[in-house]
């Protein structure tokens, strides 16, 4: 699998992993062009962009066919999001008998991965959020930014100011005991964001 990390900030390089018996990765698109050229023709691509662009939603769905459900995710979930929904996109990402969660993103996000994808000859490509390309259970940090996935459709992309926020927001929102594997987050740090009434 090819896997292209978009940055959030567009001054930032594009990334790139190819999962191999070795793990080879690099900046896009530094990489013999007759190589890449193979990649996109046999290699599954994910393209993985910013978590903060996306926002996941659970809506309850009426008793409708299930072919008409992603033509009326709009409607839905036009209050809870106020805004116009003419400039989201929506994605179903589980439908579950009477509820669905689904992804939203501005239109304007979508129109800019479109252009880059058709610009770089990439013709299908699954588009995800960057805390997706981590395992359930696991939060990833480095210098600028931290990544949490909570489960199969949840999970969070923060800077690294944000991250505490985004964390302790986490940790009130579960019923239960959190249960994370955290790389690049120094256990006093982490211990910091929680508070001192979380057992993290």
């Known amino acids: 699998m090819l896997e292209i990390f978009f940055p959030l900030c567009a001054a930032d390089p594009i990334r790139w992993q190819r999962h191999t018996p070795d793990v080879e990765h690099g900046i896009w698109p530094d990489v013999a062009d007759e190589c890449l050229q193979q990649w996109l023709q046999t290699d599954a691509i994910r393209l993985y962009i910013p978590g903060e662009w996306i926002s996941v939603w659970q809506v309850e769905l009426p008793d409708v066919p299930r072919k008409q459900i992603p033509t009326i995710l709009p409607a839905l979930l036009e ?16 439908i579950d008998q009477q509820l669905a969660t689904v992804a939203v993103i501005h239109q304007q ?3 800019n991965i479109a252009q880059w994808l058709q610009a770089n000859g990439i013709t299908r490509a699954t588009v995800a959020p960057d805390w997706m390309s981590i395992p359930c259970g696991f939060m990833a940090g480095d210098a600028q930014r931290v990544i949490c996935r909570i ?3 949840r999970g969070w992309s923060a800077g690294r100011a944000l991250a505490p926020v985004m964390f302790r927001a986490q940790l009130n ?13 120094a256990p006093e740090e982490l211990s910091a964001w929680a508070g001192a009434d979380a057992n993290a």
């Open 79 to 94: 209050e809870e999001l106020n805004q116009d929904i003419d400039e989201l996109h929506f994605a179903p990402l589980k």
């Open 109 to 111: 996000h979508m129109r």
């Open 151 to 153: 489960d199969e459709c």
């Open 173 to 185: 929102e579960q019923n239960l005991p959190i249960s994370l594997t955290v790389v690049g987050i």
